[in-house]
């Protein structure tokens, strides 16, 4: 599985959009970038995946570049509730999700 | 509609005891997997059942640790002479579809293992 990179933590007033980067520089032609969020004290959560399109769903949006290197999770109108732990996983659906370390998001009111 | 569920959300075990972790995974899931969460870090991939058949147990730690789903739905994780170092929150999750990575995982809301 491509080998992802975020930032470890990030702050995001309440109301406004919270953009989660990812690098994932390796990651190959048949893997996808998923998103998961854990928030305290509960199981991941899925939040949404793609390939080479941007894809939007009731939760997020996800930017991916052209070159497929990088994405952007975009929540577009953050609140209190979103403050989770976000993960950034490039996988083939062959091999065991890998999670890391994820970026920490807190949504300051 | 009823989401995984895991039984008991909290575990206090003497180190030694052996333990048993269940799973309910979401009806008709096809797969389901184990994780281990250490604190502050990511779940980490202990082991994969399509149906009844265990594909990948690649993840788990040592020959202590033993999962099983006999009959496709429910799953229990089974630690043997637990250790220290097992104290841990055991993640369960399931997925309508096959394959390790297997698009989107429904995750239950663990269980706290603590060994003393």
């Known amino acids: 599985d491509a080998k992802t990179t975020q930032p470890p933590s990030m702050d995001c007033a309440e109301g406004r959009a919270a953009n989660l980067p990812c690098n994932h520089s390796?990651?190959?032609?048949?893997?996808?970038v998923y998103w998961y969020r854990q928030i305290h004290s509960q199981g991941p959560q899925y939040i949404i995946h793609?390939?080479?399109n941007n894809e939007t769903n009731e939760m997020a949006s996800l930017i991916i570049t052209e070159d497929r290197k990088s994405s952007t999770l975009i929540l577009p109108h953050a609140t209190l509730r979103d403050t989770a732990v976000y993960y950034c996983?490039?996988?083939?659906?062959?091999?065991?999700?890998?999670f890391g370390k994820g970026t920490r998001l807190s949504v300051i009111a | 509609g009823a989401g995984v569920s895991q039984s008991p959300r909290y575990k206090v075990a003497k180190r030694g005891q052996d333990v048993a972790l269940r799973c309910d995974p979401i009806s008709g899931h096809v797969s389901l997997f184990w994780y281990q969460q250490a604190l502050g870090q990511g779940p980490e991939f202990l082991t994969y059942f399509q149906n009844e058949a265990q594909l990948d147990k690649s993840g788990l730690p040592s020959d202590r640790f033993f999962a099983e789903r006999p009959e496709g739905s429910v799953s229990t994780l089974k630690i043997q002479r637990t250790q220290q170092e097992d104290s841990a929150v055991y993640l369960c999750?399931?997925?309508?579809?096959?394959?390790?990575?297997?698009?989107?995982?429904?995750f239950g809301p663990g269980t706290r293992l603590t060994v003393t």
């Open positions: 996983i490039g996988d083939s659906g062959n091999t065991p999700l890998v």
């Open positions: 999750a399931s997925s309508s579809k096959s394959g390790t990575g297997s698009y989107e995982q429904y």
């Open positions: 390796t990651i190959s032609g048949n893997e996808y």
């Open positions: 793609g390939l080479k």
